[in-house]
């Protein structure tokens, strides 16, 4: 997934109403950035770390840059929540994950039940849904989700549990969006109730596939994908 736009440096001065944040940028200008991510941004939140963003033209925008990630551990770490739908969406739909290739129809944001997934996949032998995650949060070696309790993921594992049962593929895709982590987990010291769903859910036949993404102030690749404990 490329950037469409050229992406503007600058420094974080600091994050506010979960979705604001002043930042300095290199001419010694102070913008509002909108932040897209809801959760604490645990793990990946400093105050004089580098930043990239993205500016908009939209003249009913009230900020006028969109905040797409940080420098922790001298790696980019992506906090844009919207850009791992694009990656995922765009990976799938040219068999670019391992796992996930061989459809011929890839759709987004499709329904199923009371519930709406990020990316509906088919040929001719099967149909496969995809809940897309956004993952930055580390601890130790650790990718975890979610940073927040998310009862909104909970439902989603669930649904995805009805989909297995009616005979259809169920893929939970977490995307990993930062390099310094080796292995992906539930955070369950933060929501108990969604690790224990996911693990109710994989015993169901849900599958797992946290791929790990390469971030850059130029594009977001996929590199590999992680192994798990749930």
């Given amino acids: 997934m490329k950037f469409d736009k050229e992406l503007v ?25 909108h932040c897209t991510n809801s959760g604490s941004m645990k793990s990946c939140l400093e105050n004089g770390a580098e930043v990239y963003l993205t500016p908009v033209d939209d003249p009913k925008r009230r900020t006028k840059f969109t905040w797409e990630m940080i420098k922790i551990n001298n790696d980019w770490v992506g906090i844009h929540t919207g850009n791992p739908n694009k990656l995922a ?8 994950i391992p796992g996930l290739e061989g459809y011929t129809t890839v759709k987004r944001e499709v329904k199923f039940g009371d519930s709406r997934f990020d990316v509906y996949a088919e040929n001719d032998t ?22 927040a309790v998310t009862t909104r993921g909970q439902k989603h594992l669930k649904t995805l549990i009805e989909v297995k049962k009616q005979g259809m593929r169920a893929v939970m895709l977490y995307v990993i969006q930062r390099s310094d982590v080796h292995i992906f987990g539930p955070a369950k010291e933060i929501d108990p109730d969604y690790a224990a769903l996911l693990k109710q859910a994989w015993e169901a036949g849900v599958e797992i596939f946290p791929m790990q ?18």
């Fill in 9 to 33: 440096h600058g420094k974080l001065i600091k994050r506010y109403k979960r979705f604001l944040a002043d930042i300095e940028l290199d001419t010694g200008e102070i913008v509002v950035a």
């Fill in 89 to 96: 969406f765009e990976a799938i739909s040219n068999g670019l």
């Fill in 126 to 147: 099967e149909k496969c849904f995809v809940e897309v995650k956004n993952v930055s949060m580390k601890q130790d070696e650790f990718a975890l989700f979610p940073d």
């Fill in 213 to 230: 993404a390469k971030v850059t102030p130029e594009e977001i690749t996929f590199v590999r994908k992680l192994p798990f404990q749930i």
